[in-house]
């Protein structure tokens, strides 16, 4: 048994409306180990997208507990990194600017991360397209263009929102693989969310099912 990095003690999360409140998810729980390659599975509208902001600390839970690296989840940390369902790169920038962003916004001295960056664009494959911008890739290249993003403070954990649901099938196939090969290569924790039972199969060493709401 490895460490528990994750620990998600029946969380639950209620959303207020005009019409009453509604349950987005009720008293899930979950632990996930170092290492670990965790999906999420389950219908459009069971709560999978909302536990995964939750575990962010983007959107607090109503109730219940969570705890990355021993520490309550109150609001974004360094240590967790997130790839979103579009790749949200900035139009205006290029490839590399948009991937240094978040090291802009850190205060991060860029040089420092010239060198790690330029591995990390390479094991993706977008050598050559560093000073392309957004409207020049394609979809699988931006979503490529985005997980370098998220890798390149080097995060301990990473969660994934259906990063690869807006693609073709092959191309979909094809970010899968690659995204197995980074896991494996990198060690990551990851905490995967798809609607897509075989994606589920396929990448994961364990699966988590959410029931329709």
Not at 16 to 36: C, L, N, T, W
Not at 48 to 58: A, D, I, N, Q, V
Not at 158 to 167: N, T, Y
Not at 172 to 187: F, G, S, V
Request: glycine share 8%; with cysteine; proline share 5%.
């Amino acid at each position: 048994m490895g460490e528990t990095v994750i620990k998600v003690d029946a969380v639950r999360k209620i959303y207020e409306s005009e019409r009453g409140p509604v349950h987005a998810i009720r008293k899930f729980s979950m632990d996930v180990e170092e290492g670990d390659f965790v999906a999420i599975v389950g219908p459009s509208g069971c709560g999978k997208t909302t536990l995964l902001w939750g575990l962010s600390g983007l959107h607090p839970f109503s109730g219940g507990q969570v705890t990355i690296l021993g520490i309550p989840v109150v609001k974004p940390r360094r240590e967790v990194g997130i790839i979103f369902q579009q790749s949200n790169l900035l139009p205006w920038r290029n490839l590399i600017q948009n991937i240094q962003f978040p090291l802009e916004i850190l205060k991060e001295d860029l040089s420092e991360y010239a060198g790690r960056i330029q591995e990390l664009i390479v094991s993706v494959e977008l050598s050559g397209f560093e000073q392309h911008f957004p409207r020049e890739l394609s979809g699988g290249m931006q979503q490529r263009a985005s997980i370098v993003r998220a890798l390149t403070v080097d995060p301990k954990i990473l969660l994934m929102d259906e990063p690869f649901g807006s693609l073709d099938a092959y191309t979909r196939d094809e970010m899968d693989t690659l995204l197995l090969n980074i896991w494996k290569k990198t060690k990551k924790t990851v905490v995967f969310v798809t609607h897509r039972i075989e994606e589920a199969v396929y990448l994961a060493n364990k699966v988590y099912v959410m029931t329709p709401r």
